[in-house]
């Protein structure tokens, strides 16, 4: 997930702990990385972070509940690849591959992106493994580490072991 708008930080926590409102449990997080915005529009950099979840909705249903936290952050769909408060990507399902008309699962540009894939290894290091990924030249910077992103999480009543 990421966000250029506004305190892309406070909107990074409060999309965790409003996916949890909707059954999208985090079981882990990652570091929250600073980096350049993809495209050809001028705008602010972004901050992201990989979230590892469980939930009990379908792969329709979690696209639902990942668009609504997106609405309920403010995000408004105006420019393709423009500045946002949220954006929510689902990377993965499980190891389901799936393409519907509005969901591609594995998200189709993952491979390409070092902001999904840094905070991926961090979390998800045998899967990066697993894939033979390798990570683009972008630029990438820690901006605050899982644990204190944890300890933020926790300060609003969402603890990840």
């Not at 915005?37 to 990942?66: H, I, R, W, Y």
């Not at 609405?71 to 946002?84: A, E, I, M, N």
């Not at 390409?112 to 030249?137: K, M």
């Amino acid at each position: 997930m990421g966000s250029n708008m506004g305190n892309s930080l406070e909107y990074l926590l409060k999309a965790i702990v409003f996916l949890k409102e909707k059954l999208v449990s985090p079981v882990a997080v990652s570091s929250i990385y600073k980096t350049e915005a993809l495209g050809n529009m001028q705008q602010a950099d972004f901050l992201n972070l990989v979230m590892k979840a469980q939930t009990s909705l379908n792969p329709e249903e979690l696209l639902e509940a990942c668009q609504n936290v997106e609405r309920d952050l403010d995000r408004v769909r105006t420019v393709h690849w423009g500045p946002r408060t949220m954006d929510i990507d689902i990377i993965f399902y499980g190891k389901e591959n799936i393409n519907y008309e509005k969901l591609i699962i594995p998200h189709p540009r993952f491979k390409e992106r070092a902001f999904v894939l840094v905070p991926l290894r961090e979390i998800e290091a045998q899967t990066f493994d697993d894939l033979n990924l390798h990570i683009p030249p972008q630029k990438v910077d820690l901006i605050i580490t899982a644990a204190d992103v944890k300890m933020k999480l926790v300060e609003r009543g969402l603890a990840i072991d």
